[in-house]
């Protein structure tokens, strides 16, 4: 299978900090699969072919972990040698668990019906506030190398995005879609 | 002074080269063939003048195939060799095309099939021998190459053709199968919306996103699409199997039965007067705001207030699945750019204002919405052909359902999740559950929900000759590639060991269409259920992992324990092992808790022996680091 050498930043050329440029990010992309992808290899031998497939799945996944933000964020911290699969009891914080458990009660609480519509919009805003701000100290964190610390961020942006996507659900469901 | 250019004598100046490159929509009930001739993309005409082909083969003892309007003419003469909607059939076997048959709207397949092979492709029995979809579908595909052949005046060197963007792999196949048949060089399957998209695209130079709202006869698409400086970027994809024009027709027809007071429609031909009328009115308040309706000696007035309120479920059901695409990228309703219009069915002015009201704007309509497809589908062709400069401009698309595994439990682990721009390579290790396993099966399935029994099976193979080990000591790497037409191989190594085995995905049946939107639908519905037959999938695995660890260890070590706390510890497996057939996840779960209650003892006795054995033979840091 093919390897790349760089890691995903200096793949799409560009400055190797947790708050980059999308804009710039999304250009280089688009600019190296006009190069790379299949559709450019139509008429190629078929190893060149295959070649193609394998670069632009590559960009693909590049991409994909870089222009999202808790993904962007795991891929720095493995990039330092830190394995984010594992969770110890001290990363998680008692304030964190109790938030999260505040939070979780306030989507529990709201009823089942379209009349939390509302109410689960200010939720939603609060927990983007809260993954915004946690964006924010984790790029802090992680310029002054205090890695520790910054894993520590990552898994509660990860509590965070989990909830995100369960108020997502309770909305779609409420909207019945 | 300008200099003049003068060139080798006997050497013409380089013209570039026009290869012969052709977009074909290769629709349900009507076909298109489009290919550039001067500098604009269109779609080409038979002698007769219409661009539109019906779908539609008849087969005749002596004489060849007829295809389009003239098998067509043949449908009400002769039904049993004159196939219809072979498309529905592509990817199928043929009890998947009598459990459609079973649901209200396939009506349409009243062939004779072969019996004698049920599990694999099917085929019609006509006077002309056995015909498989694919067959039908390449003498479709033969037809519309040759018009275009005719009309272009040279050989075609390749084609693109387009699917729905819910075709799963084997109705990909199947598709590029029968191009393959009458000899066309596939250059691309392409997604009928990403087609859509691209007709609009280039002409206007657009920069932003793009809804690609397609209302077929029968089935409903959304796609929304990115186009920045000439790459489109598919970012999500949605949809409705069983909803499309045919479904406005029939509000109207039921309106006209209740306010005619005709009550249960049994008699085939008044069925078919009734939706005649039906579709007349339809037609007709696309440009009036009132229409009267003769039909079976009543007479009554139909307005477009009358079919607003009628239709507002459907329209509301179209509109939702904007609503859901647009979230599952992440976008507002406002930063939509542009909404391309594609199906006959979008021509009426309830969805037109439907979707201006929900978009805050009108939708674009330049394009013949029965053409868009096949124009962008050549220009797509005219670029990969290598007429156009290759910075044009470049497609990225995305695979439509979530690939996965199947692993213990029947639960579903998703390797590429849906909305995954392709190409994509996605690996994943796995590991053995059984001590000294060597062999490992691997179910590749297609779906949404987290249950195998509830996803599309796409195949199985197995990895063999690994050698043997603890559970959980191998390594098993399981790589998905789905490459840039959306057909998927996968592959599984043992990393040890470098044993390899690998299996391109082509399933000999596929997804129906209705199958489709009940996996979706399920997924959404069923989320909640899911999960509890999840934790149940989880609490029986977690449950027969102490059972074998317990008797294992009982095998080795069983002289730790008195006759008693054997007696305990085997009564509590026994239990567990019942609620695991039997009982629901809480129970299995308590029982497991029992179960490490009554050996805990036993565990922490092995543990002194073994921690005793080790630190005698083995250094120090091999049990720290073993131990964390």
Redesign the interface.
């Known amino acids: 299978m093919q390897t790349i050498n760089k890691n995903y930043f200096q793949l799409f050329s560009i400055p190797e900090i947790y708050q980059l440029d999308i804009g710039l990010l999304g250009e280089n992309y688009r600019g190296m699969q006009v190069e790379m992808h299949p559709d450019r290899f139509v008429n190629a031998p078929e190893e060149e072919k295959m070649r193609s497939v394998q670069r632009s799945s590559a960009l693909n996944q590049a991409y994909d972990t870089l222009k999202d933000p808790l993904k962007r964020a795991g891929y720095m911290l493995e990039l330092q040698g830190l394995n984010v699969e594992q969770v110890s009891q001290h990363d998680l914080g008692i304030d964190l668990l109790m938030e999260q458990m505040n939070l979780r009660e306030s989507l529990d609480k709201l009823p089942k019906n379209e009349s939390a519509l509302n109410a689960l919009n200010r939720l939603k805003k609060e927990v983007l506030e809260k993954l915004n701000s946690r964006e924010e100290s984790f790029s802090n964190m992680f310029m002054d190398s205090e890695l520790a610390t910054a894993k520590k961020i990552f898994h509660e942006m990860q509590f965070l995005q989990k909830l995100l996507i369960e108020i997502n659900q309770g909305e779609e469901q409420r909207l019945g879609y | 002074m300008a200099l003049l250019q003068i060139s080798e004598p006997g050497s013409k100046p380089e013209k570039p080269l026009h290869r012969l490159a052709v977009g074909i929509d290769l629709g349900t009930t009507n076909s298109l063939v489009a290919a550039s001739r001067t500098s604009v993309v269109e779609t080409l005409a038979d002698d007769s003048g219409s661009h539109l082909l019906p779908s539609v083969v008849h087969y005749s003892a002596e004489l060849e195939p007829l295809v389009g309007q003239r098998a067509l003419d043949k449908l009400a003469i002769d039904p049993a060799n004159t196939i219809i909607s072979a498309k529905r059939m592509l990817g199928k076997n043929l009890l998947d095309i009598q459990a459609d048959r079973d649901t209200n709207k396939a009506t349409t397949f009243l062939y004779q099939f072969n019996r004698d092979n049920s599990d694999s492709i099917p085929q019609i029995l006509t006077v002309a021998g056995l015909k498989s979809p694919v067959q039908i579908s390449a003498d479709i595909l033969g037809t519309l190459s040759s018009r275009a052949e005719s009309v272009l005046g040279g050989k075609l060197e390749?084609v693109v053709i387009t699917v729905p963007a819910y075709f799963n792999d084997a109705q990909r196949q199947q598709t590029k199968e029968a191009a393959n048949m009458v000899g066309l060089n596939v250059?691309?399957l392409l997604n009928e919306p990403t087609a859509a998209a691209v007709a609009y695209g280039l002409d206007t130079n657009d920069q932003g996103k793009i809804i690609i709202f397609d209302l077929g006869g029968g089935t409903f698409d959304v796609s929304l699409l990115s186009l920045?400086?000439?790459?489109f970027?598919v970012l999500s994809t949605g949809g409705d199997t069983n909803l499309g024009g045919d479904d406005f027709d029939r509000v109207i027809m039921d309106w006209i039965c209740a306010e005619a007071g005709l009550g249960e429609i049994t008699d085939s031909k008044l069925f078919a007067r009734l939706r005649n009328a039906a579709i007349a009115a339809k037609h007709s308040l696309t440009d009036m705001d009132v229409v009267e309706i003769n039909c079976e000696n009543w007479q009554g007035v139909f307005n477009r207030a009358k079919f607003i309120e009628l239709s507002a479920d459907l329209v509301n059901r179209t509109i939702?699945?904007c609503?859901?695409v647009i979230?599952d990228a992440s976008v507002s309703v406002d930063e939509i750019d542009n909404i391309v219009l594609v199906g006959g069915a979008t021509r009426m002015p309830v969805i037109q204002e439907a979707v201006a009201e929900f978009f805050g704007k009108r939708a674009l309509t330049e394009i013949d919405p029965d053409k868009v497809v096949a124009i962008g589908a050549g220009i797509q062709a005219d670029?990969?052909?290598?007429n156009k400069s290759?910075?044009d401009f470049?497609?990225?698309d995305v695979n439509p359902l979530s690939l996965g595994i199947e692993t213990m439990g029947e639960l579903v682990e998703k390797i590429i999740p849906r909305n995954?721009?392709?190409?994509?390579?996605?690996a994943q290790e796995f590991t053995t559950f059984k001590d000294n396993q060597t062999v490992m099966s691997l179910h590749v399935v297609q779906g949404e929900r987290e249950l195998v029994s509830d996803c599309r099976s796409l195949a199985r193979f197995e990895l063999r000759e690994i050698p043997p080990m603890v559970a959980g000591a191998a390594k098993i790497r399981v790589?998905f590639?789905v490459?840039?037409d959306g057909l998927l191989s996968v592959s599984a190594e043992e990393l040890s060991t470098g044993i390899i085995a690998e299996i391109q995905v082509k399933p000999s049946f596929g997804l129906s269409a209705d199958a489709i939107e009940e996996m979706l639908q399920s997924s959404?519905e069923n989320?909640k259920s899911d999960m509890e037959a999840r934790s149940k999938g989880e609490a029986r695995l977690e449950a027969q992992q102490l059972i074998e660890a317990i008797a294992s260890a009982i095998e080795v070590d069983g002289g730790l324990l008195n006759e008693k706390e054997s007696l305990l510890i085997k009564t509590a497996i026994e239990e567990l092992r019942r609620a695991k057939t039997e009982g629901g996840s809480v129970e299995i779960r308590d029982l497991t808790e029992e179960l490490n209650r009554v050996s805990g003892n036993f565990a922490a006795r092995r543990m002194n022996l073994h921690i005793g054995t080790a630190l005698r033979g083995e250094s120090i840091d091999v049990i720290e680091s073993s131990s964390d």
């Open positions: 390749g250059l691309r920045q400086r000439g790459v970027e939702n699945t609503r859901r979230r670029v990969l052909i290598g290759a910075k470049l497609l990225l995954t721009t392709i190409p994509v390579a996605r790589s590639q490459d840039a959404q989320a």
